[in-house]
């Protein structure tokens, strides 16, 4: 089955610089990669995600890179601010044919240093 | 997104006792599933609610323990049964909007403790 591996698992940066979180898959039929963030004590919420088709996607400060060769993608995200401090996971799925199940990395707990 | 809410928010269990939660949603959706997620740990699926026949479970989880039931394209149930402390979990369910192709999306979650 798929893995998901996650780095790093904690990340601190000071408020404005950028973050950029790693993941990595096993399974090269995959096809969909969510990312979500989970802030203490609440659901995880889809921030963006990204499809096997397209190699980079963007909405305001976060962007999403997909490497299928190496079979990696990573979160970016810029200009960070005090309220993007939260736990984010990545997830691969491979998706259609009535095939959604997700499975997600470990997680990284970002703290933005004000 | 759909709304979704769950029932119980939390609970506190005695072992060996079974617990029921529900997952409903505003508007039909095509696909369920439930999901654990441990203390400070990442989610892990449980199961795919199908509606209308048996749950498909992942490596690692039973019917037995966890029977689960969906009726129609808004609403299942999970159950924990014969309850331990190592089944003291954050239960999620998500849903795939109908209309929609991949994307998931969480319910509040039941935070179970069990005693």
């Known amino acids: 089955g798929e893995n998901v591996e996650q780095h790093p698992s904690t990340l601190s940066v ?9 993941c990595t898959y096993s399974d090269s039929a995959s096809n969909y990669f969510p990312w979500y963030k989970q802030e203490l ?9 990204i499809r096997s088709n397209v190699g980079e996607k963007k909405d305001q400060r976060i962007a999403v890179t997909l490497n299928k060769t190496a079979k990696h ?5 810029t200009e960070t601010q005090p309220e993007d401090s939260a736990v984010y996971f990545c997830a691969a799925s491979t998706g259609g044919a009535g095939s959604y199940q997700l499975t997600f990395g470990k997680g990284t707990k970002l703290s933005v240093i004000p | ?7 119980p928010s ?3 269990c005695q072992r060996g006792t079974s617990l029921t939660i529900q997952c409903q949603v505003d508007s039909q959706v095509t696909m369920m599933f439930w999901y654990r997620q ?5 989610l892990t699926l449980i199961a795919t609610a ?3 026949s048996e749950a498909t479970y992942e490596s690692g989880f039973v ?19 014969n309850m331990s402390p190592e089944d003291s979990s954050i239960y999620l369910c998500s849903v795939v909007r109908r209309g929609t192709t991949y994307e998931q999306y969480f319910g509040p979650g039941t935070r179970l403790t069990v005693t």
């Open chain 2, 1 to 7: 997104s759909a709304v979704i809410s769950q029932k």
């Open chain 2, 38 to 42: 441990q203390p400070g740990q990442s």
């Open chain 1, 73 to 77: 993608f990573s979160l970016h995200i």
């Open chain 2, 63 to 81: 019917i037995d323990k966890f029977p689960i039931s969906r009726p129609n394209l808004t609403f299942s149930t999970l159950t924990v049964s």
């Open chain 2, 50 to 52: 199908n509606q209308g």
């Open chain 1, 41 to 49: 004590g609440k659901r995880p919420q889809l921030i963006i995600d």
């Open chain 2, 10 to 12: 939390r609970d506190i």
């Open chain 1, 14 to 22: 000071q408020e404005g610089d950028s973050a950029v979180i790693k």
